[in-house]
């Protein structure tokens, strides 16, 4: 329960920074940051969820 109000607040902390960011240069770095973040953690999970089934894992 902790750990999901503790992600919370860090959400709510960052949307706020994001928020309050007037600097256009700032904002892409940020977006293309998140976009390979993202990218990252599908293939991630792509990866392990097929280990744990034992199969081998669908191409991108």
């Not at 750990?3 to 902390?13: G, H, I, K």
């Not at 293939?43 to 744990?52: L, S, V, Y």
């Amino acid at each position: 329960m902790d750990s999901d109000l503790s992600r919370q607040f860090v959400v709510e902390t960052q949307a706020r920074a994001i928020d309050a960011c007037n600097d256009v240069a700032e904002l892409r770095r940020i977006a293309k940051t998140l976009l390979t973040a993202w990218h990252l953690q599908t293939d991630m999970t792509r990866r392990f969820g097929a280990q744990a089934l034992g199969i081998t894992p669908p191409s991108p």
